[in-house]
């Protein structure tokens, strides 16, 4: 049996953002999102989460990308080993707020895949099990076909296979669950309905989290910290089209979100 989890990264980053992922999972495919407790448009998306108790809400943890926090990952690297960041205290802080706020989140993940970074993990693994929060994102795609991703994609998505192990055991020693699969982030932000309807139609058995961006790109994406903007649109019209839900039932693959599995 293949189950597919839709979960759109990004909840609460702006309000066209949010509109687009209510629209995804209310026309289209999408079951799943994480909600930035950062984000600028987080009472937004609280607000649209409660109209909307079907989506499956978790957090989307953020330690870079925008102040305080450090610009790029490189950054954060360095900030971490230089003990300048109090991993723990932050990202409990942000799941806090989701629980302040009346949400109860289903699932873990992290800005930019920072918890593929020891610390982060370690840090991400202990409020996974402190706040009973089941799952965490495993972030190692599944092979795709030749030529569906960009060779650096393929070369930075090889590369993170390489701490899979430790970061497997870390999460099994906290209880942690995780989906057997994982897609998305190869083609995040290049992806159409033709690639969806063909990455679908490769599904292995089990279950997979497909990771997506979906948006409408209006001012407010486009004056953001960002370089996910028009793109959030085409994903958003792949997972609306038509021979997207139409390939599920050909593929015989089940739509579900983290409460269902």
Not at 4 to 19: C, Q
Not at 149 to 175: C, D, M, P, Y
Not at 201 to 214: D, K, V, Y
Request: contains cysteine; charged residues 25%.
């Amino acid at each position: 049996m293949r189950k597919l989890v839709v979960n759109a990264d990004d909840f609460g980053f702006t309000h066209d953002v949010n509109r687009g992922i209510i629209e995804a999972h209310q026309k289209g495919i999408l079951t799943a999102a994480t909600l930035m407790a950062t984000g600028e448009a987080f009472d937004d998306a609280v607000r649209l989460a409660k109209a909307n108790p079907s989506l499956d809400v978790g957090c989307h943890l953020v330690l870079v990308g925008a102040p305080p926090f450090p610009a790029t990952v490189l950054q954060l690297t360095r900030a971490v080993v230089l003990g300048r960041i109090r991993i723990y205290k932050e990202l409990a802080a942000q799941v806090q707020r989701m629980l302040d706020a009346g949400l109860n989140p289903s699932h873990l993940d992290t800005h930019k895949h920072t918890h593929l970074l020891p610390p982060v993990l370690a840090a991400v693994a202990r409020i996974s099990e402190e706040y009973r929060i089941p799952w965490v994102r495993r972030p190692f795609d599944f092979p795709l076909q030749p030529g569906s991703a960009g060779w650096t994609k393929r070369i930075v998505s090889s590369a993170f296979r390489l701490v899979r192990g430790r970061f497997e055991r870390v999460l099994a020693s906290h209880g942690c669950r995780s989906t057997d699969h994982f897609a998305g982030f190869q083609i995040t932000g290049c992806f159409d309905a033709a690639a969806l309807v063909a990455l679908i139609r490769a599904l292995p058995e089990g279950s997979t989290e497909f990771m997506c961006h979906p948006g409408f790109c209006t001012e407010e994406l486009r004056a953001a910290n960002t370089r996910l903007k028009e793109s959030r649109e085409q994903e958003l019209r792949a997972l609306t089209a038509p021979e997207t839900r139409s390939a599920l039932g050909d593929a015989g693959v089940e739509l579900v979100t983290y409460r269902d599995l």
